[in-house]
C-alpha cells in the first residue's frame, strides 16, 4: 500500500510539474487592457487568444497606440500592461510607480520598398537622408527619384531607437511623413516606390525589403548575437507589482509556450530577470 501511495505522489509531482502553462488560468475570471507599443502587438494578441480560448470568462484587448501611450495609460490605470519598446525613463517610474519586464529582443530595420534597386545604404547616407541633404535615389546608387522619407511619431519606441542608433540622433528633415504604427509604416513603404522607413525587424515580409545597413544584415538571430546593432528591448509595464489575471499574464509571458509565441512573432525571448 505505501508503495502505492508513494507511486501516486510521485505521478501527482510529475503533472505538476509538467502542467500546462495555461493551466494557471482555470477558475479566473476578469478583465487585461493592454496598449502602447505596436511591435508587441502580435505577441500580446496571440497569448490574449490562447487565454481566452482556455478559459472564456477572461477578456483580453490589446491596442496600439506607441510606447508614450502605453506609458501613459498604465500609469493612469486606464490599462493593466503598458508596453513600450525602450526602457522607462527615470521620471516616469517616478511618476507612475511603473514596473518593467523585458520579455524580447527586437531590431530596428531601414526599409525601402521591393522594387527600389538599393541594395546598402551607409549610416553617413542614412543620417543625410533624414537630415534631408540628400533627397534623390541617384545619389545612393539607385534610380532617379525624389526620396520620401517616412518616420514615427513623437513617443515610439521604435521612433527612439532608430533616432539613437540608426541616424545617431541626428536631425529630422521637417518634410518626414508621419506614421503613428509600424503596420502603417509598412503599409506606406509597400505603397510607395519612392519611399525609406524603419519598423521593427519583426515586420519585415516580402510587402518591404530591409537593404544592408553598413554591411549589416537585419535579421533577429543578428540581432541576438550583436552582428546587427540596431537593436532594443521589448518591454511590458505594471503600476505596481502586477497582481492576480495581469500577473498570471506576465507569467505565462515568460513561459516555454509564452517563448514559443515571441519566436514566431519574429522576436528573441528574454528570460525573465530575477
Request: net charge positive.
Amino acid at each position: 500500500m505505501k508503495k502505492y501511495l508513494i507511486a501516486a505522489m510521485i505521478c501527482l509531482f510529475a503533472a505538476s510539474a509538467f502542467a500546462a502553462p495555461l493551466d494557471s488560468f482555470k477558475g479566473q475570471k476578469g478583465k487585461i487592457d493592454i496598449a502602447g507599443g505596436t511591435a508587441h502587438i502580435p505577441v500580446m494578441r496571440e497569448a490574449a487568444k490562447r487565454i481566452m480560448s482556455a478559459n472564456p470568462d477572461i477578456r483580453i484587448t490589446v491596442a496600439g497606440g506607441g510606447s508614450g501611450v502605453g506609458v501613459k495609460q498604465v500609469g493612469e490605470g486606464l490599462v493593466e500592461i503598458g508596453n513600450t519598446g525602450r526602457p522607462l525613463k527615470k521620471d516616469e517610474i517616478e511618476k507612475y510607480g511603473l514596473v518593467s519586464f523585458p520579455f524580447a529582443i527586437d531590431g530596428v530595420a531601414v526599409v525601402v520598398n521591393p522594387a527600389n534597386g538599393v541594395k546598402e545604404l551607409s549610416f553617413e547616407q542614412l543620417i543625410d537622408i533624414y537630415a534631408g541633404k540628400i533627397t534623390n535615389w541617384k545619389e545612393v546608387g539607385g534610380a532617379d527619384g525624389e526620396i520620401n522619407v517616412y518616420g514615427r511619431e513623437d513617443g515610439s519606441g521604435t521612433r527612439e531607437v532608430f533616432t539613437d542608433k540608426a541616424i545617431k540622433k541626428g536631425s529630422v528633415s521637417a518634410k518626414t511623413n508621419v506614421v503613428n504604427s509600424n503596420g502603417a509604416m509598412k503599409t506606406a513603404v509597400a505603397k510607395d516606390p519612392r519611399a525609406i522607413g524603419y519598423v521593427g525587424i519583426g515586420h519585415i515580409d516580402s510587402s518591404v525589403k530591409a537593404p544592408l545597413l553598413a554591411g549589416m544584415t537585419a535579421t533577429q538571430e543578428n540581432a541576438a548575437n550583436g552582428s546587427y546593432t540596431i537593436v532594443r528591448d521589448l518591454f511590458m509595464n505594471t503600476k505596481g507589482e502586477p497582481q492576480g489575471l495581469t500577473a498570471l499574464f506576465v507569467d505565462y509571458i515568460y513561459t516555454p509556450e509564452g517563448a514559443q509565441i515571441i519566436r514566431d512573432s519574429g522576436y528573441i525571448p528574454l528570460p525573465r530577470k530575477k
